[in-house]
Structures are given as C-alpha cells and as structure tokens.
C-alpha cells in the first residue's frame, strides 16, 4: 500500500514569507504528527491531528500551524519564516494512537534564505 | 518525559549481531518503549516496540530487562544497510515522540 506521502520534496522561500506543506496519511490511518528536524535540536514535535481535531501540540510559536481535513490529509503552515525555520519537516502517521508504531514521510526540506 | 541515554555511536561487523543499548530509568509503568531508526535523508523508521517482555519481529529483537531500567535492540546480522541512526523513545502521554540524539551505528565490512 501506500506510504506517507508528503510534497513538496523541497523548497526555498525568503524570509517573511509563508508556506504550506502537505501531507498525504496512510490510507486508514486518522492520526498525523509533525516533526521538525534541524542538525541542532534534531526531531522535535510540532503537533498532532486526529479526525481533524489537534490532539497534542510541542512548543513551538504561533507561526507555525496546521490543520487536518476529513480525507485525513494534512497541512502544516509557517508563516513569516526565518532563517532558523529552516529544516527537514516530517510527517507521521498512524491508525489511531500510535501504539503499533507511526509511519514516516520522506519529509520536506525547506530552506529559507 | 521519560529521558532514554543512548550512546552517541557503535561499530559492527557486516554479519555480526549489532547490540543497541538504551537506559530509561525513569520510565512509568505502562510507558511502552520504541526503536526507530533513520537512514540518511529519509524518514525514521519503526523498528519494534514493548511493554515488559521481550519482543521480536522480522527486523530484530527488543530486550528489556526485569526492572525495565535498561533495554537493548538486537540486529541479529547486521548488513550495510543498516548503518543508521538507531532512537529508543519512551512513549509519553499524548502520543508525542520524543526523539533523543539516538546512536550512530555504523556496519563495516
């Protein structure tokens, strides 16, 4: 079956601009996470979704933000990037509390320049 | 959270067991814990996961020790694929991952 699948692959954007990444779950699957991943602070999470509801949020700021729809696709938004926004972000997903494991995109590099 | 030590980098011979360790002495009693693992540029991968007794499936074994302080992954024969970084998590509340520095484990041949 399908995997986790997440688009773009990569991106640059400007500072202060926005962006939206996508993410496309395992078919089934109702629970998306999402990670961010910097060579400094490595895997960190940013939130959860189940039936298009945040289950669970990190400690990021407000700028970042994501939403869930009924299909279980998923979106995550960064408005007003900065230079330290740049990172490989992950998506994750899994039938329903995880306890069998997420599946992992490939991810989406974006570097902000 | 329930903090896991790992340590930072292993070698293993191609074909020899590759023995992961891990420390969660902090953990709670109905904390699972979890191995993924991550391959360049791509996203981690699970591995296995248990609770108090030992697991095994297609991929490798999980060894957890009777006071579930410590815990160990076993590759049976490691290959040159497997050369990753290897994560142990304690599974939080709110199935949130939290994600240490893992162990670098690097096959040779």
């Known amino acids: 079956k399908a995997g986790v699948t997440q688009t773009p692959r990569y991106l640059i954007k400007t500072r202060g601009q926005q962006v939206t990444l996508s993410c496309s779950p395992i078919?089934?699957?109702?629970?998306v996470s999402w990670y961010q991943q910097t060579p400094g602070q490595g895997l960190q999470f940013l939130f959860e979704?189940?039936?298009?509801?945040?289950?669970n949020k990190g400690n990021f700021p407000g700028r970042f933000s994501g939403r869930q729809f009924s299909n279980s696709r998923s979106e995550m938004n960064v408005s007003t990037l900065e230079l330290g926004d740049s990172a490989l972000y992950l998506c994750?997903?899994?039938?329903?509390?995880?306890?069998?494991?997420?599946?992992f995109g490939s991810g989406t590099r974006l570097t902000v320049v | 959270d329930a903090k896991t030590t790992q340590p930072t980098s292993m070698d293993c011979a191609e074909g020899r067991a590759a023995n992961l360790p891990c420390n969660h002495s902090t953990i709670s009693g109905n904390e699972y814990v979890y191995w993924y693992r991550q391959i360049h540029s791509q996203g981690p991968q699970y591995i296995i996961h248990g609770l108090k007794n030992n697991e095994t499936n297609e991929m490798a074994s999980l060894i957890i020790t009777e006071d579930r302080k410590s815990s160990t992954l076993i590759l049976p024969h490691a290959t040159l694929r497997d050369t990753a970084v290897y994560y142990c998590i304690v599974r939080v509340y709110g199935n949130k991952l939290v994600f240490g520095a893992g162990t670098i484990l690097r096959v040779k041949s």
């Open positions: 979704y189940f039936s298009e509801t945040q289950r």
């Open positions: 994750a997903s899994s039938a329903g509390q995880g306890l069998y494991g997420y599946t």
């Open positions: 078919s089934g699957h109702r629970s």
